[in-house]
């Protein structure tokens, strides 16, 4: 009775990948000239070799390592005060996790234009009340405002699977521990993180997924200038810009090994808590 489901997500997924497998040995420019022939891995050399391959694999992973790290550690802090007893604590849950709700190029914009904007931002007039010269954001301080743009629009992910994890912890446990005199520290690290860690697994193996194909954000504030181009944004700059489908193509390969490597690593290292 899945047989149908799983023909057409087969084939959803597949002939993307065979396409792209395809084009990688041909040398195809759509607008000079269309297919020129087949030329092997000419077009995995080149692309490797580029002076901006290396660069852009390790802002990519330097961008997924910092957005993990901030999320998990904040989305860990606003579940455990999402907790506790609140007036409003509704209204306060729903407006935690909207961000997550607005789409990456809508959240790129706003806080291109509304926050970081050097002249008419919310953060330059903040410096000029404290007598401070406002920051170009987006040009000196580029790689950090694109993790803080990515970290608010998945903050609320983490929250959401974290908060969901923090209430299905026992409440008898926790009075045990508070009589055996236990302090909030302890309770923290005894108790409640090693309760969190299967949830922390989760959100770590998802938003890895999909931290490694960043793309919208980059293209509405940044443009890959500044040092954040990542291997997504230098194949679309391949691909799009260059006009060069070969050459993308060969791209995107790298970016499905990349994307392989980082999964088989984290759930050799992360997934054992899955096991648990």
């Given at each position: 009775m899945i047989a149908p489901a799983t023909i057409l997500l087969l084939g959803w997924m597949l002939v993307p990948l065979v396409m792209t497998l395809y084009f990688s040995f041909k040398k195809y420019l759509p607008l000079r000239g269309g297919d020129l022939g087949w030329v092997g891995f000419d077009n995995y050399v080149r692309f490797v070799s580029?002076?901006?391959?290396?660069?852009?694999?390790?802002?990519?992973?330097?961008?997924?390592?910092?957005?993990?790290?901030?999320?998990i550690t904040l989305g860990?802090?606003?579940?455990?005060?999402?907790?506790?007893?609140?007036?409003?604590?509704?209204?306060?849950?729903?407006?935690?996790?909207?961000?997550?709700?607005?789409?990456?190029?809508?959240?790129?914009?706003?806080?291109?234009?509304?926050?970081?904007?050097?002249?008419?931002?919310?953060?330059?007039?903040?410096?000029?009340?404290?007598?401070?010269?406002?920051i170009q954001w987006l040009s000196q301080a580029s790689l950090p405002s694109l993790i803080m743009i990515i970290s608010w629009q998945w903050l609320p992910f983490a929250t959401l699977i974290l908060l969901t994890a923090v209430q299905s912890?026992?409440?008898?446990?926790?009075?045990?521990?508070?009589?055996?005199?236990?302090?909030?520290?302890?309770?923290?690290?005894?108790?409640?993180?090693?309760?969190l860690s299967r949830a922390i697994t989760v959100v770590v193996l998802i938003k890895t997924i999909f931290l490694l194909s960043i793309f919208a954000e980059i293209?509405?504030?940044?443009?890959?200038?500044?040092?954040?181009?990542?291997?997504?944004?230098?194949?679309?700059?391949r691909v799009l810009e260059s006009q060069n489908v070969?050459?993308?193509?060969?791209?995107?390969?790298?970016?499905?090994?990349?994307?392989?490597?980082?999964?088989?690593?984290?759930?050799?290292?992360v997934g054992k808590n899955l096991d648990r």
């Open positions: 580029s002076s901006s391959f290396w660069p852009a694999v390790a802002t990519t992973l330097i961008i997924v390592g910092w957005v993990l790290i901030i999320t860990i802090l606003l579940a455990l005060l999402l907790d506790q007893p609140m007036w409003g604590q509704g209204i306060v849950r729903i407006l935690v996790i909207a961000p997550f709700f607005v789409m990456p190029t809508v959240s790129g914009l706003v806080w291109k234009n509304m926050f970081m904007d050097p002249v008419n931002g919310f953060f330059a007039h903040l410096w000029r009340a404290f007598g401070a010269e406002p912890l026992d409440s008898e446990q926790r009075e045990a521990a508070e009589m055996d005199g236990a302090g909030p520290f302890n309770r923290f690290c005894f108790l409640t993180l090693p309760h293209f509405v504030t940044t443009a890959g200038a500044f040092g954040t181009k990542t291997l997504t944004y230098l194949i679309f700059q070969g050459l993308g193509s060969a791209g995107g390969v790298y970016a499905i090994i990349l994307a392989n490597i980082v999964a088989i690593f984290l759930m050799r290292i």
